[in-house]
């Protein structure tokens, strides 16, 4: 979506950007209820459905959270992140 906005150029297929980044060893982690209802339940968060279920994805499974989202990075929670802007 934000390449179609124009705020950010893939060079490629998000297909193939999404191969990519498989083959070079990213995890996926599938969302379920449980994540949902932990999504529902994270104090403190904004109100972006999408931001709070990646947040609870993330605490699920522990992984560390990439992101370029300053309403993520500022969160105040117990949450490993990682500065994508850097």
Avoid: C, F, V, Y
Wanted: aromatic content about 2%; glycine content about 6%.
């Amino acid at each position: 979506m934000l390449e179609q906005k124009k705020r950010i150029r893939m060079g490629m297929d998000l297909p193939t950007w999404r191969q990519e980044l498989l083959n070079s060893g990213l995890n996926e982690h599938p969302l379920d209820g449980a994540t949902g209802i932990l999504a529902t339940q994270l104090s403190g968060m904004n109100n972006d459905p999408a931001d709070r279920m990646i947040a609870a994805a993330a605490l699920q499974t522990g992984a560390t959270l990439m992101t370029a989202d300053a309403d993520l990075l500022n969160w105040k929670a117990s949450l490993t992140r990682q500065d994508a802007r850097i």
